[in-house]
């Protein structure tokens, strides 16, 4: 197992979803304000204040998660050479997996929930077959 062909992609697209993500967020709740007197380190205060917005806000929200995603995939593809697809799909399901613990620690609405926890793979994966290496131009790389 190579350093630097998995676990380093993997890590680095990560956290630079993490990042876009939070950043992201940020920017919608620019938009979208929480409602006044929400704490954000508590969590009821925040389940509250998550229950008075709008649908548009969490409509970007998922734009932001699918975008970020994507630019995972890329970033996870760049660094492993564009040989292989494993350091791509394993950023999909630790999103996945971080998605799916926001969702049990907030509530949300269902359509949102349900939506969010099938676009984090699909979409780090596009990011990969944007970006892979065509299999017949490379002839000593293997998977």
């Known amino acids: 197992m190579g350093v630097t062909k998995y676990v380093l992609p993997v890590v680095v697209g990560a956290m630079s979803a993490m990042m876009l993500i939070t950043l992201g ?38 734009v932001n998660y699918i975008v970020c995603s994507f630019l995972a995939g890329i970033v996870s593809t760049l660094l492993s050479k564009r040989i292989s697809a494993k350091p791509a799909t394993v950023v999909g399901i630790v999103l996945t997996l971080a998605g799916l613990y926001n969702i049990l620690y907030l509530p949300h609405p269902v359509w949102f929930s349900v939506v969010n926890l099938l676009v984090y ?23």
């Open 25 to 62: 967020e940020m920017w919608i709740e620019t938009l979208y304000p929480l409602a006044p007197g929400t704490d954000k380190y508590d969590v009821d205060s925040l389940a509250k204040g998550m229950k008075a917005m709008p649908d548009k806000a969490f409509m970007l929200l998922l």
């Open 121 to 143: 793979l699909p979409f780090t994966y596009l990011g990969y077959l944007l970006l892979r290496r065509d299999p017949e131009s490379s002839t000593s790389v293997s998977v």
